[in-house]
């Protein structure tokens, strides 16, 4: 078993099963599947964000594995995610409770909970009217600058994401936003992969992913060519020379991906 409380949890479940209490948390539910809860509860005066995994069963297992899908086994991704994050000096969620037990994998209880980040809005509804109204030239390159740093320093860290799209990028919106006081956190690490080093093969996916969900929000070939270089720290003519190969391919998966969206909605 593993377990790490953190206040105010520590004192809270002192004399509790961490894993009976857990179950018992009530709140706001985001998400109820087959093996897995995610909901928002409020301790203390502060809100949380808990995600308890039940296991899903050797045939879900076999399942995703048949379909070259990594399944999620529970909640020592995010955990582990988090960690390697916050150490590499990627801003993300804090956890504040852990716990993991049981040896099958396919009946492993485990579970996290971090704090509400708050107040926030994601990239994603920020940039939503950007192509029919732009936002101010100068905060946008920031933006862009924060989301390249960020995402390079995950991957450098020996993380990728598997969901890496702008809505998993928070703004805090505690003070009025400028170029030079946003602030950006990295949230949804539930399927992160943690490793010495990130396979190029999972950069690059996660780099698909972000270049997707970022088609319809009017980004200039400028504005792509200042992620580059933000991401890559190398001068951009060095960047297009060595990672041709790479930009091609994300073109193509982008426009896959987008051409599936338009097929199937919401259903994607």
Known sequence: MKLFLAEPFKTLWAKQDPFVAVEQLQGEVYRELEGRRTLRTELVGHGYFVKIHRGIGWGEIVKNLLTAKLPVLGARQEWLAIKRLTAAGVPTMTAVAYGERGGNPARQHSFIVTEELAPTTDLEQLSLHWAQQPPEPRLKRALIAEVARMTG?????????RDCYICHFLLHTDQPLTADTLRLSLIDLHRAQTRNATPRRWRDK????????????????RDKLRFLRGYFRQPLRQILREEARLLGWLQGKADKLYARKQRYGDAL
Request: glycine share 8%; aromatic share 8%; no cysteine.
């Open 153 to 161: 320093m995950m991957h450098r860290a020996g993380v990728n994401h």
């Open 206 to 221: 996660d780099l698909a992913a972000l270049y997707f969900s970022v088609l319809d929000i009017g980004l200039t070939e």
